[in-house]
């Protein structure tokens, strides 16, 4: 049994185990290699990859040691987490083993994450995730509720339409009130001094755009 982000006991799904942590050197593999996949995707984003930059970054994932499915089913509670921290790995505890249990979009929606968990488990307190993620910009949230509460799939889903249409009025760095950008193929709900940063960084130069469906 575990605790849900509001407290209340619920079970881990049949035939599922508790997720175990990390030990502290395979967390720092793990970080390892996210930083390696990371700046690569920098790269590919200002538009500096070559082909060379693709070989050295597989070059180095493959000396460092990962147990896949460990790594797969272990949970991953980002790193500035901060006061959302206990919030957040209740929830990746709802993602059955084989999924991933991560919460792949940055610190300004852990907010919004957490209060969509809190009001989706007034509905099903067993609802079943299986991503939360930053898609062209915006949230996503892929849930379902368990079985013996199908009567309420369209409160359900509602309720994740508009925490997903809210994310495209925050910025998904800070929290701070944003605006959908683009820069190139890249879409982020940014405000403007998170904007500012990326430029100054060189991260990418983002304009503001319509959210895509």
């Not at 509602?158 to 929290?175: F, N, T, V, Y």
Request: glycine fraction near 8%.
């Amino acid at each position: 049994m575990r605790q849900s982000t509001d407290g209340r006991t619920i079970g881990v799904m049949p035939g599922q185990e508790e997720p175990d942590d990390l030990s502290e050197l395979e967390s720092a593999q793990w970080n390892a290699a996210s930083s390696t996949v990371r700046a690569l995707a920098e790269r590919a984003m200002n538009g500096t990859l070559d082909d060379d930059d693709v070989s050295a970054t597989l070059a180095q994932l493959r000396q460092i040691p990962l147990d896949h499915e460990r790594f797969l089913n272990a949970i991953h509670p980002p790193r500035d987490a901060g006061e959302y921290a206990n919030a957040l790995i209740g929830i990746m505890k709802r993602i059955p083993d084989g999924w991933g249990r991560w919460i792949e979009c940055d610190r300004g929606w852990f907010p919004l994450v957490t209060d969509l968990d809190s009001k989706l488990a007034g509905l099903c307190p067993e609802y079943t995730l299986h991503q939360v993620k930053e898609k062209y910009g915006t949230l996503r949230y892929y849930a379902d509720p368990c079985g013996r509460h199908r009567h309420i799939d369209d409160d359900f889903e509602e309720l994740i339409r508009q925490a997903e249409a809210q994310s495209a009025k925050i910025c998904e760095d800070c929290g701070a009130d944003g605006n959908h950008c683009r820069s190139g193929r890249w879409y982020r709900t940014l405000c403007s001094a998170c904007i500012e940063r990326h430029l100054k960084e060189g991260r990418g130069r983002y304009e503001p755009v319509a959210p895509r469906p």
